[in-house]
């Protein structure tokens, strides 16, 4: 039965929960973290830490792409970002990283916005996939959906493996009265990749996304406090323990549906410390969707800076440009440890191997039936 409370005369509202309302709740058993794993799979790629990157240009350069996908996680270049329209991407960086001197705040998304006002060159975008590809890793790139049939041959020719197609909000009815809108199930079907699709926030769109063949669906907006502004611009905003869970719900229906089709399930979003990656998988996710916390990196192209892909958007930016932590860690301490930090922004994943080990369960689809409870 649906939490609905009264908002106003006639006007009732559902009760929704963050991650930071709930708990996971310790089970009767516990066992070694040296024998639970983290691993998952999406169609024929597997991977050790259930990590996507979120597809900024802040914290994903094909660098650091190899580099996550070294350690176990997928990093996803933006197809649409600075690396797929400036030859000189350090350069840019550079630009941005002065201009942190200036004191009108909103100087570095005019910056961004500038160098977004450049052309995507495919040669560009060929050669920085090409890097990765080279590598040996997993190649995945992101998309939005006004240009995904334009990009997605360019890419496929450059070897993508796992397609992206984000959006702050992605449907799979869109009404357009400019242009015909993209047919996501037609776009999938036409493809040889598995594709992943979002952001959503309930069951109905999450179900629909699962019909239109996605072998993922990310749920949320990839909210960061004091960074992502969607809940200012748009007043659009989406507690993400209860977003979760609906779509795990959906999952399961369609799962059923289906005969046996499982769609992944990725949370982006209300992540800041390793206990909110560990309270999104007990609510359902199959993998986080990370950003922020990646920004500490020594990696990190932005040097510190953070960013969602929306700060670019040329007139109707959703995203601030943020000083990161006051701190600096390579990649692979930041995720597998060890840490000083007693705040649970260093060794991010070994925190989640020990959290599934403190409550008895070996392996993320056992996580996930892990109880809850709700404060207050």
Same mark, same amino acid.
């Given at each position: 039965?649906?939490?609905?409370?009264?908002?106003?005369?006639?006007?009732?509202?559902?009760?929704?929960?963050?991650?930071? %309302?709930?708990?996971?709740?310790?089970?009767?058993? !516990?066992?070694?973290?040296?024998?639970?794993?983290?691993?998952?799979?999406?169609?024929?790629?597997?991977?050790?830490?259930? @990590?996507?990157?979120?597809?900024?240009?802040?914290?994903?350069?094909? *660098?650091?792409?190899?580099?996550?996908?070294?350690?176990?996680?997928?990093?996803? @270049?933006?197809?649409?970002?600075?690396?797929?329209?400036?030859?000189?991407?350090?350069?840019?960086?550079?630009?941005?990283? %002065? !201009?942190?001197? %200036?004191?009108?705040?909103? *100087?570095?998304?005019?910056?961004?916005?500038?160098?977004?006002?450049?052309?995507?060159?495919?040669? @560009?975008?060929?050669?920085?996939?090409?890097?990765?590809?080279?590598? &040996?890793?997993? =190649?995945?790139?992101?998309? #939005?959906?006004?240009?995904?049939?334009?990009?997605?041959?360019?890419?496929?020719?450059?070897?993508?493996?796992?397609?992206?197609?984000?959006?702050?909000?992605?449907?799979?009815?869109?009404?357009?009265?400019?242009?015909?809108?993209?047919?996501?199930?037609?776009?999938?079907?036409?493809?040889?990749?598995?594709?992943?699709?979002? &952001?959503?926030?309930?069951?109905?769109?999450?179900?629909?996304?699962?019909?239109?063949?996605?072998?993922?669906?990310?749920?949320?907006?990839?909210?960061?406090?004091?960074?992502?502004?969607?809940?200012?611009?748009?007043?659009?905003?989406?507690?993400?323990?209860? /977003?979760?869970?609906? *779509?795990?719900?959906?999952?399961?229906?369609?799962?059923?549906?289906?005969?046996?089709?499982?769609?992944?399930?990725?949370?982006? &979003?209300?992540?800041?410390?390793?206990?909110?990656? +560990?309270?999104?998988?007990?609510?359902?996710?199959?993998?986080?969707?990370? &950003?922020?916390?990646?920004?500490?990196?020594?990696?990190?192209?932005?040097?510190?800076?953070?960013? !969602?892909?929306?700060?670019?958007?040329?007139?109707?930016?959703? #995203?601030?440009?943020?000083?990161?932590?006051?701190?600096? =860690?390579?990649?692979?301490?930041? @995720?597998?440890?060890?840490?000083?930090?007693?705040?649970?922004?260093?060794?991010?994943?070994? +925190?989640?191997?020990?959290?599934? /080990?403190?409550?008895?369960?070996?392996?993320?689809?056992?996580?996930?039936?892990?109880?809850? !409870?709700?404060?207050?």
């Amino acid at each position: 039965m649906r939490d609905l409370v009264e908002i106003g005369m006639g006007r009732t509202a559902r009760r929704a929960y963050d991650l930071d %309302d709930v708990e996971i709740v310790p089970s009767r058993r !516990t066992r070694s973290s040296a024998v639970v794993s983290t691993a998952w799979q999406i169609d024929a790629y597997r991977f050790d830490l259930p @990590l996507v990157t979120h597809p900024t240009d802040a914290i994903v350069s094909p *660098a650091t792409a190899i580099e996550i996908g070294k350690l176990g996680g997928l990093g996803v @270049l933006n197809a649409e970002g600075l690396w797929a329209r400036h030859a000189n991407v350090e350069q840019a960086m550079a630009r941005l990283i %002065d !201009t942190v001197k %200036d004191e009108d705040p909103t *100087a570095l998304v005019r910056v961004l916005q500038e160098l977004h006002s450049a052309p995507v060159q495919p040669e @560009l975008l060929a050669e920085a996939l090409g890097k990765v590809r080279e590598s &040996g890793v997993t =190649v995945a790139a992101r998309v #939005s959906p006004q240009r995904a049939a334009e990009l997605t041959p360019h890419l496929i020719a450059a070897g993508v493996e796992i397609l992206v197609v984000q959006g702050t909000i992605i449907s799979a009815e869109h009404v357009s009265g400019d242009a015909d809108p993209l047919d996501l199930k037609e776009f999938i079907g036409g493809l040889d990749v598995p594709v992943i699709a979002g &952001g959503t926030a309930d069951y109905r769109t999450a179900m629909h996304l699962m019909r239109t063949g996605a072998a993922g669906v990310i749920v949320g907006h990839g909210y960061t406090p004091g960074i992502t502004s969607t809940d200012r611009v748009l007043g659009i905003g989406v507690p993400m323990a209860t /977003a979760i869970i609906d *779509a795990a719900a959906a999952r399961r229906d369609y799962l059923d549906e289906t005969g046996g089709r499982y769609v992944h399930v990725l949370a982006d &979003g209300g992540m800041t410390a390793s206990g909110d990656i +560990a309270k999104a998988i007990a609510c359902g996710a199959d993998a986080v969707m990370l &950003g922020a916390p990646l920004a500490a990196a020594a990696e990190a192209p932005g040097n510190g800076l953070y960013w !969602t892909a929306a700060a670019a958007h040329p007139s109707l930016p959703r #995203s601030r440009v943020a000083a990161g932590p006051d701190y600096e =860690v390579d990649l692979k301490t930041l @995720l597998y440890g060890p840490s000083s930090d007693a705040e649970g922004a260093i060794n991010l994943f070994g +925190a989640l191997r020990r959290a599934m /080990a403190k409550t008895g369960y070996s392996d993320l689809k056992e996580f996930q039936r892990v109880g809850l !409870t709700v404060r207050g």
